[in-house]
């Protein structure tokens, strides 16, 4: 016994490899823009022992092509009814499902399209594989994941430390244009990014950035308008024919990752993601995180590193009149003696009563699902 024990730990010293596990994880709207670069990219992760797709159309296309890549990951398709079959024992879930913008929309108004989607899977997920990490990429963010959460309590299955929204894209692109104005590997910058995910909710926090650089205010003005409104920059340029889908795919590639090296107990996983927040006044909120086998170990909340200096322009930029809403004071309450060192940055609660803004888009709507639509949901009347 502790001759094979010996030997065990042996092993994994000297190829630490052998202690890697493989997971199911399952793509929901596969057969999409970015459904199929992304499952493209975990087709290739070695820490994807199954790779489950589903979309209402041409998924099996997608799968016969996935499938001649010469990979160990093994690829099963599944069509729009056998979305529970998808799911069955999923680590994973995650789900690029749902229609993009055109130009001219806001994200936000793609919530009547795409609600209805985001509470199949989470119904579906609810049932198949409650235990799963549920990571949307669906828009608008911030309205879909609050909803995702209300039908995951309304079925008894909702651990906040299991649901996301996925805002790596912001993340990516803020290190991308960072290091474009510091003429640096974008890799090698580090810049969170906060709030949510729609134009100002969008709030990179230059004041953490790492490397730490000083610059003009109009710079932090100029690349934070940048970063938020990247997404619209590419829907411009698509000209109709959609949103981000390879930066997204890339960004989603990355989140998954991430959140399988949780799973797999690697220490000091890191991601920003949009995700519920220790208070009742704000239940949703992007911040750094900690990933672990549970999903999320630490909400850094926004103080998050050592490395949070006052004196950087970027703390101030963007700072419109004060609202005296609830997040505004949720935010003062919080963090007293905003712009001092170590203090959350002060457009926070410009962003808070933006965000509770969108909460309220959805308090109001009545969800009734389409009348050829015989899953669960047809029970459900989201008011
Ligand atoms: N979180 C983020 O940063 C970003 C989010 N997005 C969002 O991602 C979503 C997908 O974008 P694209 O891939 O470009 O759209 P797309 O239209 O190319 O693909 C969407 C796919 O979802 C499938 N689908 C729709 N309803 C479904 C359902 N109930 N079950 C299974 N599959 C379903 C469609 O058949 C289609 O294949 C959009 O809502 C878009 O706004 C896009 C870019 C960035
Ligand atoms: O802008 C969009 O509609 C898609 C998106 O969320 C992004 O690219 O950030």
């Known amino acids: 016994m502790l001759a094979s024990t010996t030997k065990g730990l042996l092993q994994r010293f000297i190829n630490p490899r052998s202690c890697r596990r493989e997971f199911k994880v399952a793509v929901v709207g596969a057969s999409g823009g970015i459904g199929q670069p992304l499952s493209l990219l975990l087709k290739q992760n070695p820490l994807v022992g199954e790779l489950s797709i589903h979309d209402m159309k041409n998924i099996k296309g997608v799968q016969a092509d996935l499938s001649h890549i010469c990979t160990s990951v093994q690829t099963n398709a599944y069509e729009d009814q056998e979305l529970g079959d ?170 998954v990752n991430s959140l399988l090296r949780g799973l797999n107990e690697e220490p000091d996983v890191m991601e920003c993601a949009f995700v519920g927040y220790k208070s009742p006044c704000l239940p949703f909120f992007a911040t750094p995180l900690v990933l672990s086998d549970k999903g999320i170990e630490k909400n850094l909340g926004l103080a998050a590193s050592g490395r949070f200096r006052a004196g950087v322009p970027g703390a101030n930029a963007a700072r419109a009149g004060e609202e005296h809403t609830e997040g505004h004071r949720l935010c003062q309450r919080e963090y007293p003696g905003k712009g001092r060192a170590g203090t959350v940055p002060e457009e926070v609660p410009k962003v808070a009563s933006l965000l509770l803004k969108s909460y309220r888009t959805f308090h109001g709507i009545h969800y009734t699902p389409p009348s050829n639509d015989r899953s669960p949901l047809c029970m459900y009347t989201y008011v």
């Open 86 to 255: 998808c799911l069955a024992g999923a680590d994973v879930v995650v789900v690029p499902a749902g229609m993009p913008r055109k130009p001219g929309m806001t994200r936000d108004q793609l919530f009547e399209a795409n609600a209805g989607v985001a509470l199949r899977v989470a119904c579906a997920v609810s049932e198949s594989c409650p235990q799963a990490l549920l990571a949307f990429v669906t828009n608008p963010i911030n309205s879909i994941v609050p909803i995702a959460a209300e039908l995951l309590k309304s079925k008894d299955a909702y651990d906040p430390r299991r649901l996301f929204g996925i805002t790596t894209l912001d993340v990516v692109r803020a290190s991308t244009f960072v290091g474009d104005f510091l003429n640096l590997n974008p890799r090698k910058v580090d810049l969170p990014v906060i709030g949510g995910h729609a134009g100002k909710t969008i709030l990179p926090v230059f004041s953490q950035c790492c490397p730490s650089f000083q610059c003009q205010l109009e710079d932090i003005k100029r690349l934070t308008h940048r970063i938020q409104e990247a997404g619209t920059e590419v829907v411009i340029a698509k000209a109709g024919a959609g949103s981000a889908t390879l930066s997204m795919a890339y960004a989603a590639a990355r989140f």
